[in-house]
Structures are given as C-alpha cells and as structure tokens.
Nanobody, 120 residues
C-alpha cells in the first residue's frame, strides 16, 4: 500500500506565504512525477504545479512566478512554496504522486487535501 499525506495548509493574509509539504510512503519502489492540484468549491480539480523525478517543473499560468514546486527524492517528498498569495488562491490543495510499487504495479495516489485560505 501507498500513503500520501499533505501538511502545511492554513489561514494567511493576502500577500503572505505558505509552504505545503507532501510525503509518499509505503511499498514504494520509485516515485515518478509528483504534483499539486487545487479544487475550488463547485469546480473540478485543477493543476497547480508538477515536477518530474529529474526536477523539471510545470506551472499553471495563474501561479507561475509566485509558487515554486520542489522535491526531495530521498524522502519521496514534494513541496509547494506559495508567495504573494491572493484571495483567489483559496482552495483545497491536493498532492498527487505517480508511484511504482515494489509489487510491480503503478498508479496515481492522492492525498486527503489541505485547506488554504487567503483572507484578511
């Protein structure tokens, strides 16, 4: 089994910063791409940023230049540094990891989500 657990959400004022963390654990052979997605009330989940195991990052236009994704392959952990936060960034943020397991299966694993609220 594989578990994906996020942490670091919370309430922050506009213009502030937050750092999200996400760790994958369990029967992992190798973690391929990892990423962050977010979901607004009544909307579909959307991509925020992804990063390959080699460190290549991709960002949504709405966060490029404000958010930075990074990862620690030794810890199977991905981070999302969010700066210059805006009220429209308020959402539930989900971590995703594409995992190759020790029993030779592969697939997407999701965390439970962490709330980020940007408000004065």
């Amino acid at each position: 089994q594989v578990q994906v657990v996020e942490s670091g959400g919370g309430l922050v004022q506009p213009g502030g910063s937050l750092r999200l963390s996400c760790a994958a654990s369990g029967s992992i052979f190798w973690v391929d791409a990892m990423g962050w997605y977010r979901q607004f009330p009544g909307k579909q989940r959307e991509l925020v940023a992804t990063i390959t195991s080699g460190g290549s990052a991709n960002y949504a236009d709405s966060v490029r230049g404000r958010f930075t994704i990074s990862r620690d392959n030794a810890k199977n952990t991905v981070y999302l540094q969010m700066n210059s936060l805006k009220p429209e960034d308020t959402a539930v943020y989900y971590c995703n990891a594409f995992v190759h397991t020790v029993v030779w299966s592969s697939g997407d694993y999701w965390g439970q989500g962490t709330q980020v609220t940007v408000s004065s």
